[in-house]
């Protein structure tokens, strides 16, 4: 049976790089009923595209490196590893998305595309959701530094052997998109490769 769930009140918070709401609601509780109002406030996130790069003629992942706000005073070195990744814009689709990045951020043409799945990043406190893909570049035409100044994005972008990507799990490999890709890749790589062979 499906769960009900009332917004009682919903007030902006904040209105910057990020949006902030804070919502008092009520939900019906497991046991019966109605449980206590709550109030809670959410990160409104957007819908993000994130896609992990394969080269399926080298074995390689392609990454980008760049500094991220989240990761600083909690790691030994905020430049994280990172699939390639970016918001839906009006009137944007998914796919779009996944290419329009892998160029902004890579320079790097996708030749192919497979969704892997979607999913919510922390849906503790925040709205984002994502969809994740797994795009088929040529990682000998993937170096330098890219992103838009505007944004300000200072991007580096890293081929790694697979192996070596994988071995980066959990360490500099450490945020949601690219720990789910890495170990989709590491169990869909056989089949990946005789698609794109």
């Known amino acids: 049976m499906k769960k009900r769930y009332q917004i009682l009140n ?23 009923g109605w449980c206590a109002e709550v109030e809670r ?16 003629d080298e074995d390689a992942v392609v990454l980008i490196e760049q500094f991220r706000i989240g990761a600083m005073g909690h790691a030994d070195d905020p430049w994280l590893l990172e699939t390639v990744g970016g918001y839906m814009e009006d009137g944007e689709d998914a796919e779009q998305v996944a290419r329009r990045e ?20 922390t849906p503790g406190w925040c709205g984002e959701r ?15 530094v890219h992103g838009l100044d505007h944004e300000g994005e200072d991007i580096l972008v890293r081929v790694l052997p697979r192996e070596e990507a994988l071995a980066e799990l959990f360490r500099r490999a450490n945020s949601t998109s690219i720990v789910v890709g890495l170990q989709w890749l590491a169990q869909h790589r056989q089949e990946l490769r005789r698609r794109w062979l």
Request: with cysteine.
């Open 10 to 32: 919903m007030r902006e918070v904040w209105k910057g790089f990020l949006k902030v709401r804070s919502f008092h609601f009520q939900h019906e509780c497991f046991s019966g």
């Open 41 to 56: 406030e959410r990160v409104e996130g957007k819908h993000a595209v994130s896609v992990l790069l394969y080269d399926p």
């Open 102 to 121: 892998t160029l902004e951020e890579t320079g790097c043409e996708l030749l192919d595309l497979t969704f892997i799945g979607g999913f919510f990043t």
């Open 130 to 144: 994502i969809s994740l893909y797994c795009g088929r570049v040529d990682s000998r035409r993937a170096e330098g």
